[in-house]
């Protein structure tokens, strides 16, 4: 099923100049760029974005995390491009992510993860929505797509 996931280069990934090495990654895997900006995130916004770990002792910490440098914003569109994407992220602690994946071959924290994406597909509707106009999420062919 073709499906879209709402991916973010946190600010560690922006940074650690990352974002290339995340698009080549998502690109090469047959995925296709429907959506794309770059944002520091308002207060407001990054709790809405973490409302389900508003309770956690770490809440506080990942808002002032997430709003402390830029972001980039994407929205990646392909074969159960939801599945794939947390696949590629890796696991949540980078010391426990495989090799291979995003966090696993650049990171070692655990709030310093690099990247975030969609958990679900009802999750990447809500969180496309948040960042996300209709008119800014595109609609085109891409000359490969018949081999994906
Ligand atoms: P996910 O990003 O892999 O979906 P979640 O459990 O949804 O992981 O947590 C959201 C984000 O909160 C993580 O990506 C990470 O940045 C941060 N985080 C999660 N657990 C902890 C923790 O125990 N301490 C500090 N930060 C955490
Ligand atoms: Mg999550």
């Known amino acids: 099923m073709a499906e879209r996931t709402f991916v973010m280069a946190k600010p560690d990934g922006v940074g650690r100049r990352l974002v290339g090495e995340m698009v080549r990654r998502f690109e090469s895997r047959g995925l296709k760029l ?8 308002p207060k407001d916004l990054a709790k809405a974005h973490y409302a389900e770990h508003a309770e956690k002792p770490f809440f506080g910490e990942l808002v002032s995390f997430i709003t402390s440098g830029p972001t980039v914003q994407m929205v990646w569109e392909g074969l159960n491009a939801v599945e794939a994407v947390r696949k590629m992220n890796g696991a949540t602690n980078c010391l426990k992510a495989e090799i291979g994946t995003i966090r696993g071959d650049f990171g070692l924290s655990v709030q310093n993860n690099l990247v975030h994406a969609s958990d679900s597909v009802e999750t990447a509707q809500r969180e496309i929505a948040l960042y996300f106009k209709q008119e800014e999420l595109w609609d085109y062919a891409m000359p490969d797509g018949h081999w994906l």
């Open 34 to 41: 429907v959506g794309l900006k770059m944002q520091v995130m």
